[in-house]
């Protein structure tokens, strides 16, 4: 059944680094587009970073020299390497795929929290 697991979320310093996983079951991930989605308290959930199904990447402005996304079809996972992490990056963070208007995930999954705090 299709399902993620989104982790690798903690507390960290401003200036530190994360690296989050998004584990997905499914014989089918090699062909989606996937995207990390964040959602900061009293902000609308945005876009943050995609990778096609071709390894293409997106970044947000926001984050774009600091954070990198990758993916390993081979184990169907998704990775969001996160470098000089500031406070304006606390969210929850989600994954999701996405093939033309269709996604991955019906509902979306738990997130991993980031905190970004000294």
């Known amino acids: 059944q299709v399902q993620v697991v989104e982790s690798g979320g903690g507390l960290v310093q401003p200036g530190g680094s994360l690296r989050l996983s998004c584990a997905a079951s499914g014989s089918i991930f090699s062909v989606y587009n996937w995207h990390w989605y964040r959602q900061a308290p009293g902000k609308q959930r945005e876009l943050v970073a995609t990778?096609?199904?071709?390894?293409?990447?997106n970044y947000a402005d926001s984050v774009k020299g600091r954070f990198t996304i990758s993916r390993d079809n081979a184990e169907n996972t998704v990775y969001l390497q996160m470098n000089s992490l500031k406070p304006e990056d606390t969210a929850v963070y989600y994954c999701?795929?996405?093939?033309?208007?269709?996604?991955?995930?019906?509902?979306w999954g738990q997130g991993t929290q980031v905190t970004v705090s000294s």
């Open positions: 999701n795929g996405q093939r033309g208007f269709s996604y991955y995930l019906k509902y």
């Open positions: 990778i096609t199904s071709g390894g293409s990447t």
